[in-house]
């Protein structure tokens, strides 16, 4: 199965999930609002006018930004405005107040790498590390201000590396905490969500439709040959199932040899004309110890009034339909609502 068709629609750039990242945000906003505002306020009390402008608007956008995300969930001016002021600030400190200034540097370049996507914190991390190395020349010799930027560079390169390092391991784990661990497929705890997902675009307009499968008599195909062919049978039926489906249809094992297939955004004969394709595939390939394999399956739409339970229970009337008539065949089940322009030209059952 592709990365592509097992991607999630959170993002794989977020390390951390939403609830923890609104926390963090909250608590760096409590943290620059505490910091950066009286030193803002100080600054111009002492005559350092445009530091302390500097200051006061990069906190200004910075919680009108904050605002957008924790309490609109969009954003209001982007990152681009208060990482630029950021920048400015801090490097400009530096410069109008020496040395003592560049001990802030370092907490800043970590919690960027946090709170913000990677791409965005390596290069406000590189434009840091320039500024700050060029206001220090205003009040070091050139080798103290080698060994601050040598330090600087260090602290960014290690926060960035274990950074990726946690996000790969996280982006692992999520996959094997929803992933079928022999075939991998979606598993049956993410089944709910996205089956409510589509009802929800049901109501919105849009088509979906939900098929389970079985695999004829699969148990005669472990009695004969074994639970590892079993296993191999199993596999390659997924391998063929994900080759010959599209990016949006997602598979679940529902445990042993049956399976749930969910065409998102896919009206009932769209879905039939996949399902025949599949049922092809799986009755053609070359299996080991040339087993014979076929399956059956049950399909139906949903309607506006479903919840995940009646739509599954529905294609689960037509998957025994399709047992009962004989096996390796597709049975439709709309029988709770009417459904039209159906060009069906191809052997089904139709509930």
């Not at 629609?9 to 608590?27: N, T």
């Amino acid at each position: 199965m592709t990365l592509k068709k097992l991607r999630f629609e959170h993002g794989d750039d977020e390390l951390l999930d939403f609830y923890r990242r609104q926390h963090i945000l909250k608590f760096v906003t409590a943290v620059t609002v505490f910091t950066f505002i009286p030193l803002g306020i100080k600054n111009l009390l002492i005559g350092e006018t445009l530091l302390g402008l500097s200051l006061l608007a990069f906190e200004l956008s910075f919680i009108i930004e904050m605002i957008g995300l924790l309490y609109a969930e969009r954003k209001i001016i982007g990152n681009g405005i208060p990482l630029s002021l950021l920048v400015i600030s801090i490097s400009l400190s530096i410069y109008e107040l020496g040395m003592l200034v560049s001990y802030w540097v370092y907490p800043i370049v970590v919690t960027l790498v946090f709170i913000i996507p990677r791409r965005q914190a390596l290069i406000t991390n590189a434009c840091l590390i320039v500024g700050c190395s060029i206001a220090s020349f205003h009040h070091v010799d050139w080798q103290f201000a080698a060994r601050f930027l040598s330090s600087l560079i260090a602290c960014a390169s290690i926060a960035h590396v274990a950074i990726e390092a946690i996000h790969r391991l996280q982006v692992e784990l999520r996959y094997l905490s929803t992933r079928d661990a022999l075939t991998g497929a979606l598993n049956r705890h993410q089944l709910d969500a996205f089956m409510n997902r589509s009802i929800s675009q049901k109501k919105r307009g849009y088509s979906a439709s939900v098929a389970l499968i079985d695999i004829d008599h699969f148990k005669q195909v472990n009695d004969l040959y074994g639970h590892d062919v079993g296993d191999e049978v199993i596999k390659q039926i997924v391998e063929i199932i994900n080759k010959h489906t599209r990016d949006l249809d997602l598979l679940f094992r529902l445990g042993g040899d049956e399976f749930l297939l969910l065409f998102d955004n896919t009206n009932i004969n769209e879905a039939y004309k996949v399902l025949n394709e599949l049922s092809e595939q799986i009755r053609t390939h070359h299996y080991p110890y040339h087993a014979k394999v076929t399956m059956s399956a049950g399909l139906s739409p949903a309607f506006t009034n479903d919840d995940a339970v009646s739509w599954i229970k529905r294609a689960d009337i037509a998957l025994y339909q399709s047992k009962e008539n004989g096996r390796d065949q597709i049975t439709i089940n709309a029988a709770s609502d009417s459904v039209t322009n159906l060009d069906f030209n191809l052997d089904q059952q139709v509930m």
